[in-house]
């Protein structure tokens, strides 16, 4: 940050919810002040959630607390690296402070006050009579005594603020005669300042509600047996939660008893009930959809899967987009060059052309109420905060407004196989017996007897198949690299892949031309051999995912070239790419070779998209612009390391992020445009006399709540595949 020091050596970091900072006003003023402190470093502000970090190296926090106290902040400390006590819930605090009853009938005395003074002055024709002043001092007394004394605290402080200009141009309307304006144009302030603090609640609520679909309470096994309502927050992990119908699950788990299906939408936007059993994990904040059951609990409420994909969009937010970055450089800009300008118009026409010196006053005030900036620099954190919430709702996890806005650019996809386009779990897909006279259910017995005793992937596929209990098996011996051998009653039997066969010279050339037919359909052939025959073919295979083909159909119809990476060979490749509608595959792909042709597809089409699993992908991933991680509900790996993580293993969700990124440009393009047309209409209108300063206030107001609203249409989600 410019206006911070660069701090060397450990630091610490304190985080703050302060109560009264919803404009970039605020974010200003705490800026130019903290940033003069001594032993204070980084600050970063995160508007919509209304914190502010400290990096500093003082030995308590109590200087920051003092300051933000006397700049009117109403700070509160969320988290202090040097007290570990000092916790505060941000959303309860957030709850806590609403605009009170009082300050909106104080308001609505105020306008009736300022009309008051308003209807006077037209009816006697006179604005300086004692009646007329009498009522705008009241108005101004009832309505805008708090733009004053932020006024007064920004001079004193020499911030160049909306609240320092505001007060400016009230008492400067007040000093030439206009007095019904001061009291209008103040009054109509503050009833801006309030209802953007309301429109900006929505887009809070928008992260806030995410947490809200975890229940408060779960039902808990005690020692003794007994069941009791306990707080979530107070369950520890390994208790036995019971879960009943129509129920959302309160805390992260496995089921230890009972099946039902879960409505997983909330974690991963998923649509259609998963069916869970014993053994399958749930996740906070999915809901029961029939069946009572029981589960085991695997985390903290604070460490579940909804709590980390609520902390890390808040944590989003707080990472300014480019376009943020450019609003908020501009806006340093603009900010002075209107003040300079009201200076030059209010000081100029008098001295050169000898012209009344009122009406160019009264001109260069309302340039001043132009220059406010929070229509501008409000509506990009509002659109990016509403985006994120969208697609975390969708089981779109973007770690950041930077991604959000990048998407839409990528025009080349990388796509790692297993557990991507395909499930990654290989199943028996053939069963074919190569002894014409032997039972084919007695070979198979015998096929998963000896695969029991192997933890291959293809032997576990081949031992998950259902048919008679596995026999025993002595003498297991494991053929690294090609199978397995072992007797079943006595007789000597292989279970091992191609080379297996050829080094057993049992592979006739009838038998070759199955083995590459299977294999140039993507699937892996396993032999049992009993003596020198070969007696049982079985084909394994990794299926691909229903919805792989419709979403590299998307993604082409959308401008991006998809590639697939593969460690398999390239007969494997191939074949599922020619399942999926893949024109690139590429197999034998080491993770080096990833790397390079993640570079390459960088190199030919500018943005690229890595998706694999977070792990054994990480150099390409790390490589390319935007990384996916596939399936991340319940992973650590994946939430920490992703650029952008889908929480459940729908590859259609990634056209749907770049449709999402491609609205959220168009609606940041559209503020920016409405902000800035607004303010460049108001600068003519007042340059040429034709516009006052209640309308300037009211323009201010009215392009604020547009803007506001306007992001806040990516709240309501993410573009349809089909729409």
């Known amino acids: 940050m410019p206006a911070a020091q660069r701090l060397a050596g450990d630091t610490e970091e304190a985080v703050f919810f302060i109560q009264k900072m919803d404009c970039p006003t605020e974010e200003k003023l705490i800026r130019e002040r903290l940033g003069q402190m001594n032993g204070v470093g980084a600050l970063e502000f995160n508007l919509i959630q209304r914190e502010l970090t400290v990096q500093h190296q003082l030995p308590s926090i109590a200087p920051i607390v003092d300051t933000l106290k006397a700049l009117d902040m109403l700070p509160a400390v969320k988290s202090d690296s040097l007290d570990a006590s000092a916790q505060a819930d941000a959303i309860d605090q957030a709850a806590a402070y609403r605009i009170p009853a009082r300050r909106w009938i104080l308001l609505g005395l105020a306008g009736l006050a300022a009309l008051g003074s308003e209807i006077v002055a037209w009816t006697s024709g006179d604005e300086r009579s004692l009646p007329v002043i009498a009522l705008a001092l009241l108005g101004i007394a009832l309505g805008g005594l708090g733009t004053l004394k932020k006024g007064w605290i920004a001079l004193r402080n020499f911030s160049l603020n909306m609240n320092f200009l505001m007060s400016l141009a009230v008492i400067g309307a007040a000093v030439i005669g206009q007095w019904p304006e001061a009291a209008v144009v103040i009054v109509l302030f503050t009833l801006a300042e309030m209802i953007e603090a309301l429109s900006l609640d929505r887009a809070r609520n ?20 007994s069941w009791t309502s306990t707080p979530a927050r107070e369950v520890a992990v390994d208790a036995i939660v019971r879960v009943a119908p129509g129920e959302r699950v309160p805390l992260d788990g496995v089921i ?54 609520v902390k890390s969009v808040q944590q989003a937010q707080g990472q300014r987009a480019p376009t943020q970055r450019f609003v908020d450089r501009f806006a340093q800009v603009y900010i002075p060059a209107v003040v300079a300008m009201a200076v030059l118009v209010a000081v100029l026409p008098p001295l050169l052309m000898g012209a009344d010196f009122h009406p160019w006053l009264y001109k260069a005030l309302v340039l001043l109420v132009i ?22 709702r969708h ?18 996809l990388a796509l790692d196989k297993t557990g991507t386009i395909t499930f990654g779990k290989p199943v028996v897909t053939d069963v074919l017996s190569l002894a014409p006279s032997a039972n084919q259910e007695v070979l198979l017995q015998l096929a998963i007897s000896l695969a029991t005793r192997s933890d291959h992937p293809v032997s576990r596929a081949i031992a998950a198949q259902e048919g008679a209990a596995a026999l025993e098996v002595s003498d ?54 009993r003596g020198a025959q070969p007696e049982l073919l079985v084909a394994v295979a990794d299926t691909v995912r229903p919805t792989s ?43 080096d070779d990833k790397l390079k042709a993640v570079e390459a597809l960088g190199t030919q089409y500018g943005e690229v998209g890595m998706v694999g699993d977070g792990i054994n992908d990480a150099p390409a991933l790390a490589r390319a612009q935007i990384g996916f991680a596939m399936g991340a509900a319940g992973t650590d790996t994946a939430l920490e390391t992703a650029d952008v993580a889908l929480m459940d293993d729908d590859l259609r969700k990634i056209p749907d992020f770049i449709r999402l990124s491609s609205k959220a440009h168009r609606v940041l393009v559209q503020n920016i445009t409405i902000a800035l047309g607004i303010k460049a209409v108001f600068l003519a209108l007042a340059l ?19 803007v506001v609203f306007n992001g806040l249409r990516l709240v309501r989600g993410v573009p349809s595949r089909v729409g």
């Not at 516009?691 to 709540?705: C, E, I, Q, R």
């Open 371 to 392: 220059a406010c900036p929070c229509a501008l620099v409000i509506s990009t954190p509002v659109t990016i905060v509403s985006g994120l919430a969208a697609a975390a």
């Open 256 to 309: 230890t008893e009972g099946a039902t299906s879960i409505n997983q939408a909330p974690i991963t936007g998923e649509s259609i009930p998963v069916a869970k059993q014993p053994g399958d994990a749930v996740f906070a904040g999915t809901i029961n959809e029939h069946g009572s059951f029981v589960l085991r609990v695997t985390a903290a409420q604070g460490d579940s899967t909804l709590s980390r994909i």
């Open 549 to 591: 083909r419709e979403a590299v159909a998307e993604l082409r119809q959308l401008g991006v070239h998809v590639v697939m990476l593969t460690g398999d060979n390239a007969h494997t490749a191939q074949a599922i790419a020619a399942q999926t509608g893949i024109d690139d595959a590429r197999g034998d792909q080491l993770p």
């Open 688 to 706: 040429a006399g034709m516009s006052s300063l209640w309308m300037a206030v009211f323009a201010d107001m009215g392009a604020s709540l547009i």
């Open 395 to 412: 089981g779109i996890l973007i770690k950041g407004g930077v991604y959000l806005e990048q998407g839409r650019k990528l025009r080349a």
């Open 206 to 225: 928008a992260i806030a509600g995410l947490m809200a679909m975890a229940p408060d309470l779960a039902t808990v096994r005690g020692a003794d047996g």
């Open 476 to 529: 297991f011996e494991a053929l690294a690299g090609r199978g397995v051998r072992g007797r079943i009653g006595g007789e000597l039997y292989h279970l091992g892949n191609h080379r297996l066969v050829h080094e057993l010279g049992m592979c006739s050339p009838e038998l070759e031309a199955r083995l590459q037919a299977f294999e140039k359909q993507g699937k892996t052939t396993t032999l049992l051999c």
